[in-house]
């Protein structure tokens, strides 16, 4: 097999950071990956037993909408659970964002999950200079 040198390809490093965590929300257990690309964000949650991607969504800011523009990737239109958090952490992070997001939920959890992923992609990604804050007041 031919070495990188032998055929005159550099390789370059990743320039992909991960961040996982497992978490408890009030009486959610989730395991979440963030991962943080050279210029968007991919958010996955869900079950500490049962890794499975049902729902993946996108979203991005534009400088026509004051709203993110989002879609639903994979997974059924009628949940909007990964769309709507896509939105908002896109909107935060001034970057396109993709949230894969498939555990139960209810909506007075929903607020204190956000803002626990918000909290991990600060403590994760902070240490990078170049790499943004979500803002509280977004």
């Given at each position: 097999?031919?070495?990188?040198?032998?055929?005159?390809?550099?390789?370059?490093?990743?320039?992909?950071?991960?961040?996982?965590?497992?978490?408890?929300?009030?009486?959610?257990?989730?395991?979440?990956?963030?991962?943080?690309m050279r210029d968007s964000f991919y958010v996955w949650v869900g079950n500490y037993n049962n890794n499975v991607m049902n729902h993946l969504s996108l979203a991005l800011v534009s400088n026509y909408e004051k709203v993110p523009i989002s879609t639903t990737l994979l997974g059924s239109v009628a949940d909007s659970t990964?769309?709507?958090?896509a939105k908002r952490l896109a909107k935060k992070l001034g970057m396109p964002v993709y949230v894969s997001f498939n555990i139960e939920a209810d909506n007075l959890s929903m607020p204190a999950i956000e803002k626990k992923l918000q909290q991990e992609i600060n403590i994760g990604f902070v240490a990078l200079a170049d790499e943004p804050r979500i803002l509280e007041s977004a």
């Open positions: 097999m031919a070495s990188s040198e032998d055929n005159g390809v550099e390789l370059l490093p990743c320039s992909f950071k991960f961040h996982n965590f497992l978490t408890e929300v009030g009486e959610v257990k989730m395991s979440c990956q963030i991962i943080k990964s769309t709507n958090m």
